[in-house]
């Protein structure tokens, strides 16, 4: 694809709209409301929708080759949009533009402005350019933006459940993994700035739900303070009046150490729920990965964390497909889904992503054959998974309500302290013909019937604090 003709500039009396897209996992999604929060007010505002509005952002992801792909497939229709007339201009930001900006700059003269990772404070300088009709480029050597609360955000999510990232890049050398180099060595805010933002969420904007985010959550505070400052953070937003529940992503295994147990298991108002992506369970496999656990110490870990914190919701992560994976190491991972049972677990098909150590191994594995080993392994969660919720049935949860079943106006649709936003499952709620409940409530209900991810349950009281 060639340069395209620049229209005349974008100016006029009115304010400029700016939409934003944003693809990817919750960080990329503090990004896209820290990049709407950066923007001068005086001259632009906030679209409704990306795809009619005068400059469309797009905030992508390069993750894996499915995120890749999707992110392109994006620029593709925004460009389309562009060239209808339906918007005006069209900047990309985010991680795939610090990583691929070479190639996304020649293929994509479509785009008005690329924007990398670490250059989210310079988008009223970008936009500048971008209405005079000039087309640039913002990427520099350093990625990942480290915020402060002193950033406003403009909220993505309903204002009820904000995300609240506490760190930005990662120190792990995963082999398997290129996020380092788009995103940077591992970096902490400061705990008390972290409260500070979490104290403004809750307080002024209504926020009843924290989710906690970042690279590798568990390493919060050792580049700071020469210690792991997670389990204090958990203390300090504990005391926050208002705050409902406090939600833990991105937990690195070998990180998990006893005073998190102890943090997740004893404050009232962290949730009984530890995303924990494992990758594997077979020691070759897990030392090829270079995860600094191996099968002797995650099934400690798992020991540990089922005996001091008996309901925890346990969510993890697995990688099919891995270089040197064969038909034994397959069979030993299915075997531990079997005896762990997680109440939550999502499985990637490897993505051998160019530059990193895993692309150059030996013992490549057939497309074919990873996609049979995934879906194998999604059908045996299934039947986990239902069988977990099938022990469920008559215990009462308090479920945080989302919104209300257009069809049936008697279901109200939420979720459980087991639940993240996006990607896990949901609780269909069924209320009394009087009762009306208002997003963002929180409900105590008894659960009556269960699907493989999802439950049904009764209404029995509003929660009221």
């Given at each position: 694809m060639g340069k395209v003709a620049m229209p005349a500039p974008l100016t006029g009396a009115k304010k400029i709209s700016v939409g934003m897209l944003s693809l990817g996992c919750p960080k990329t999604l503090v990004d896209s409301e820290l990049v709407l929060g950066i923007l001068d007010k005086s001259r632009y505002e906030v679209a409704e929708h990306v795809s009619h509005c005068d400059i469309a952002l797009l905030n992508?992801?390069?993750?894996?080759?499915?995120?890749?792909?999707?992110?392109?497939?994006?620029?593709?229709?925004?460009?389309?949009?562009?060239?209808?007339?339906?918007?005006?201009?069209?900047?990309?930001?985010?991680?795939?533009?610090?990583?691929?900006?070479k190639e996304l700059e020649k293929?994509?003269?479509?785009?008005?402005?690329?924007?990398?990772?670490?250059?989210?404070?310079?988008?009223?300088?970008?936009?500048?350019?971008?209405?005079?009709?000039?087309?640039?480029?913002?990427?520099?050597?350093?990625?990942?933006?480290?915020?402060?609360?002193?950033?406003?955000?403009?909220?993505?999510?309903?204002r009820y459940t904000r995300y609240i990232k506490i760190s930005e890049g990662c120190d792990h050398i995963c082999s398997f993994c290129m996020i380092p180099t788009f995103r940077g060595k591992h970096r902490s805010r400061r705990l008390d700035d972290v409260v500070c933002e979490a104290r403004r969420l809750v307080e002024k904007e209504g926020a009843r739900e924290l989710v906690l985010t970042g690279q590798d959550t568990t390493y919060f505070g050792r580049d700071t303070d020469n210690q792991f400052l997670l389990p204090r953070l958990l203390e300090e937003l504990n005391r926050i009046k208002g705050l409902k529940w406090i939600r833990l992503l991105y937990a690195y295994p070998s990180c998990v150490n006893d005073a998190l147990i102890e943090a997740i298991g004893s404050l009232e108002k962290?949730?009984?729920?530890?995303?924990?992506?494992?990758?594997?369970?077979?020691?070759s496999v897990l030392k090829s990965m270079r995860r600094g656990m191996t099968k002797q110490s995650t099934y400690a870990l798992i020991?540990?964390?089922?005996?001091?914190?008996?309901?925890?919701?346990?969510?993890?992560?697995?990688?099919?497909?891995?270089?040197?994976?064969?038909?034994?190491?397959?069979?030993?991972?299915?075997?531990?889904?079997?005896?762990?049972?997680?109440?939550?677990?999502?499985?990637?098909?490897?993505?051998?992503?160019?530059?990193?150590?895993?692309?150059?191994?030996?013992?490549?594995?057939?497309?074919?054959?990873?996609?049979?080993?995934?879906?194998?392994?999604?059908?045996?969660?299934?039947?986990?998974?239902?069988?977990?919720?099938?022990?469920l049935i008559g215990k009462t949860l308090t479920v945080l309500i989302e919104g209300r079943d257009e069809k049936n106006r008697r279901l109200y649709r939420g979720r459980s302290y087991m639940d993240a936003p996006e990607v896990d499952g949901l609780v269909d709620v069924r209320v009394?013909?009087?009762?009306?409940?208002k997003e963002g409530d929180f409900v105590t209900a008894q659960v009556e019937s269960v699907a493989e991810y999802d439950l049904r349950a009764a209404y029995l009281q509003l929660e009221t604090s």
């Open positions: 992508t992801c390069s993750f894996i080759q499915e995120a890749k792909e999707q992110s392109i497939d994006q620029i593709l229709n925004l460009a389309e949009l562009k060239k209808e007339g339906q918007i005006k201009a069209l900047v990309v930001l985010g991680c795939l533009v610090q990583r691929y900006q293929e994509l003269g479509e785009v008005d402005a690329f924007v990398g990772t670490g250059d989210y404070e310079t988008l009223n300088q970008v936009l500048g350019q971008v209405v005079q009709r000039k087309r640039i480029s913002q990427i520099g050597h350093q990625p990942g933006f480290l915020y402060t609360a002193a950033i406003e955000r403009i909220p993505l999510t309903p962290v949730c009984h729920y530890l995303d924990m992506p494992l990758q594997h369970i077979s020691d020991e540990k964390l089922r005996k001091k914190i008996p309901d925890l919701a346990i969510r993890t992560t697995f990688i099919v497909g891995y270089p040197g994976e064969g038909e034994e190491e397959f069979q030993e991972l299915l075997a531990f889904m079997k005896e762990a049972q997680f109440e939550r677990l999502g499985m990637f098909v490897y993505s051998n992503e160019e530059g990193s150590h895993a692309a150059s191994l030996g013992g490549q594995i057939p497309e074919a054959v990873k996609e049979k080993r995934f879906h194998e392994g999604m059908v045996l969660q299934q039947k986990i998974s239902e069988g977990n919720n099938q022990r009394p013909d009087r009762i009306r409940l």
